[in-house]
């Protein structure tokens, strides 16, 4: 288990500006040091909101996007191609726009897909997805993940893994179904804590008053349970990004300048 890191922006523009550069440097010298490199995606404003910023920075070519694997940790069990989708919103702010491989970009089932209306089965066949992808390096049946990053909510939760559901007690299972998520869609595919531990980085991503309150529960040391956001870490860093109004009732102790 990884120490928080904390990096507080001035709001959430520049937040979002500074997480895409630092993703690209990440990204550049994961591929220099192993041939390539995988990241997860998380959607929402602040995720999104970091895939615009990247699109529109020139450094966005020093990445070899032919050599990177892309996932997420959750998704909008919706049909393909719905606007509420994760993978819909990253196509729309960055993908669409740099020659990712198709076959690298492991979008999460729809639920027109195979699997129909079966939510279990397409975590399942995520899950498999995953195992697959993982190597003897790895730990476990997932890849080493060189970047995991997460949207936090107001309820503290991350990924589809909202407080006190099956979901974010799972210690198995790499990824799951959600039923009766308290967020609409109710019906989610997500990763849980297991495979987010498995990430060499975990990237938190809080914008904005309403996630300030969040931010502290998580950080105040209470249990993953109550506040999934205070289970998500990573192996070697676990950083946070916020900007000052979701930082606005943290310490400020708890934030000294991070590392690069």
């Known amino acids: 288990m990884s120490t928080p890191q904390l990096v507080v922006h001035r709001d959430k523009e520049l937040m979002a500006q500074a997480a895409a550069a630092r993703l690209i440097t990440k990204i550049v010298d994961s591929q220099a040091a192993r041939g390539s490199a995988s990241v997860v995606l998380t959607g929402g404003r602040?995720?999104?909101?970091?895939?615009a910023a990247l699109a529109s920075s020139p450094a966005r070519d020093a990445i070899d996007w032919s050599r990177l694997d892309l996932w997420w940790g959750d998704e909008r069990f919706l049909p393909e191609g719905d606007p509420e989708r994760n993978v819909t919103q990253a196509r729309a702010a960055l993908l669409d726009a740099v020659p990712v491989d198709p076959k690298r970009v492991h979008a999460m089932?729809?639920?027109d897909g195979p699997h129909g209306k079966d939510v279990d089965a397409a975590a399942a066949a995520y899950a498999e997805e995953l195992a697959a992808a993982a190597g003897p390096e790895d730990h476990g049946d997932v890849p080493t993940f060189d970047v995991l990053m997460l949207g936090v909510g107001p309820d503290t939760h991350v990924a589809s893994l909202f407080p006190e559901l099956p979901a974010v007690r799972e210690t198995e299972r790499t990824v799951v179904g959600v039923h009766g998520a308290p967020k609409p869609?109710?019906?989610?595919?997500?990763?849980?804590?297991?495979?987010?531990?498995?990430?060499?980085?975990v990237w938190l991503l809080a914008a904005g008053e309403d996630k300030a309150q969040a931010a502290a529960i998580?950080?105040?040391?209470?249990?993953?349970?109550?506040?999934?956001?205070?289970?998500?870490?990573?192996?070697?860093?676990?950083l946070w990004l916020l900007d000052s109004a979701a930082a606005s009732r943290l310490p400020r102790a708890l934030y000294p300048p991070a590392s690069p």
């Not at 602040?46 to 895939?51: A, I, K, P």
């Open 185 to 201: 869609p109710p019906v989610r595919v997500s990763m849980t804590l297991p495979a987010i531990r498995a990430a060499r980085e």
């Open 46 to 51: 602040n995720g999104n909101g970091l895939l």
């Open 218 to 238: 998580a950080l105040s040391g209470a249990g993953e349970v109550q506040a999934p956001a205070a289970g998500a870490y990573g192996r070697g860093r676990t």
């Open 109 to 111: 089932p729809a639920s």
